[in-house]
Nanobody, 126 residues
Framework: VQLQASGGGLVQAGGSLRLSCAAS????????MGWFRQAPGKEREFVAAIPRYSSNTRYSDSVKGRFTISRDNAENTVYLQMNSLKPEDTAVYYCAADRRSSTQTARTIPSEYEYWGQGTLVTVSS
C-alpha cells in the first residue's frame, strides 16, 4: 500500500494550495480518507475526512469554511483544497486511509487509520 501526498509548498497568507494524495495497492473505494497535519513541536491533528461514498465530509473547526476535501474513486486520489491560508496552517500534511469506518462516515482519530502517506510540507508566510 502506498499513499503519495503532493502539492505542498510555500505560500503567502491568504493564498491557496491544493494537496493531492494518490493511493495504490489498495481498493481505494473501500477506504475512508483523511488529512492530518503536524506542526513542529505539536501532536498530529485531524484536518478533514471523507467517507467511502457519501458527501458527509468532516472538518476541524480551525479549517472549516476554508478547506475542502474531495475524492475521485476512479483516479484513486483524494484532494485537499486549502484557501485563505494562515501562518498557523504551517505543518506537514499527511493523508491516511481507514478501512474500518462505515460507508457513510469518516473518523477523526489518527489511530483509527491504517495506512499513512509520507507527508507534504505546507509553509504559510505572514
Amino acid at each position: 500500500v502506498q499513499l503519495q501526498a503532493s502539492g505542498g509548498g510555500l505560500v503567502q497568507a491568504g493564498g491557496s494550495l491544493r494537496l493531492s494524495c494518490a493511493a495504490s495497492g489498495l481498493a481505494f473505494s473501500n477506504f475512508a480518507m483523511g488529512w492530518f497535519r503536524q506542526a513542529p513541536g505539536k501532536e498530529r491533528e485531524f484536518v478533514a475526512a471523507i467517507p467511502r461514498y457519501s458527501s458527509n465530509t468532516r472538518y476541524s473547526d480551525s479549517v472549516k469554511g476554508r478547506f475542502t476535501i474531495s475524492r475521485d474513486n476512479a483516479e484513486n486520489t483524494v484532494y485537499l483544497q486549502m484557501n485563505s491560508l494562515k501562518p498557523e496552517d504551517t505543518a506537514v500534511y499527511y493523508c491516511a486511509a481507514d478501512r474500518r469506518s462505515s460507508t457513510q462516515t469518516a473518523r477523526t482519530i489518527p489511530s483509527e487509520y491504517e495506512y499513512w502517506g509520507q507527508g507534504t510540507l505546507v509553509t504559510v508566510s505572514s
